[in-house]
């Protein structure tokens, strides 16, 4: 059965860092393009960062300059979130997607990011 476990968020305080990984366990194939995404407490699910098979990037606006995702292997992936805010408070997801899918099809269960005043 293939998972994405995630790993590394917390509480963190504003202007302060923390580091996301996402492992693609129990599959044999790699992934296309993988992603974060979050969901706030009363707010509609948002993308935070793409990555493609081919390593191009997308980032939502808010996290332009602040985040950095990134793939060590197809089927790792990481997100270095700097200067966090109280805003980006919110439960992070990991997705995926296999070699010919237009939909992020697999889906981590989340883990809680909070950031303090």
């Known amino acids: 059965q293939v998972q994405l476990v995630e790993s590394g968020g917390g509480l963190v305080q504003a202007g302060g860092s923390l580091r996301l990984s996402c492992v693609v366990s129990?599959?044999?194939?790699?992934?296309?393009?993988m992603a974060w995404y979050r969901q706030a407490p009363g707010k509609q699910r948002e993308l935070v960062a793409a990555?493609?098979?081919?390593?191009?990037i997308d980032y939502n606006v808010s996290v332009k300059g602040r985040f950095t995702i990134s793939r060590d292997n197809a089927n790792t992936v990481y997100l270095q979130m700097n200067s966090l805010k109280p805003e980006d408070t919110a439960v992070y997801h990991c997705?995926?997607?296999?070699?010919?899918?237009?939909?992020?099809?697999?889906w981590g269960q989340g883990i809680q990011v909070t950031v303090s005043s």
């Open positions: 997705a995926a997607q296999r070699p010919g899918e237009i939909f992020f099809s697999l």
């Open positions: 129990g599959s044999v194939i790699s992934m296309s393009g």
């Open positions: 990555i493609t098979g081919r390593n191009n």
